[in-house]
Nanobody
Framework: QVQLVESGGGLVQAGESLRLSCVVS????????MGWFRQAPGREREFVAA????????YYTDSVKGRFTISTYSANNTVSLQMNSLKPEDTAVYYC????????????????WGQGTQVTVSS
């Protein structure tokens, strides 16, 4: 069983930063690609960022490139999403997810999802 637990959401003003964290069960952390997704009210869930489990190659949706950074920390089985220069359009519930196939993960297909953490950016 893969467990994903997110934390770090909150309310910030435009231009500020937040750091999201996702604690992953040990077995999953060492074998699955990890990603972050978000879902704004009235919109479909969308891909935000992903990181390869062995290559540590990173991938981002165009709207967050240069502002968001996905990283993994093996010491505590954590995947983080550092979000800088936040914009009101970044407001959403952010979810951590994992998949053994990177292409599937980037397209939003995953059997494992966290419970989500709310990020609200005021203008």
């Amino acid at each position: 069983q893969v467990q994903l637990v997110e934390s770090g959401g909150g309310l910030v003003q435009a231009g500020e930063s937040l750091r999201l964290s996702c604690v992953v069960s040990r077995r999953a952390f060492r074998s699955l690609h990890m990603g972050w997704f978000r879902q704004a009210p009235g919109r479909e869930r969308e891909f935000v960022a992903a990181i390869g489990w062995s290559s540590r190659a990173t991938y981002y949706t165009d709207s967050v490139k240069g502002r968001f950074t996905i990283s993994t920390y093996s010491a505590n089985n954590t995947v983080s999403l550092q979000m800088n220069s936040l914009k009101p359009e970044d407001t959403a519930v952010y979810y951590c997810a994992s998949n053994a196939i990177l292409s599937d993960l980037k397209q939003g297909r995953s059997n494992y999802w966290g419970q989500g953490t709310q990020v609200t950016v005021s203008s």
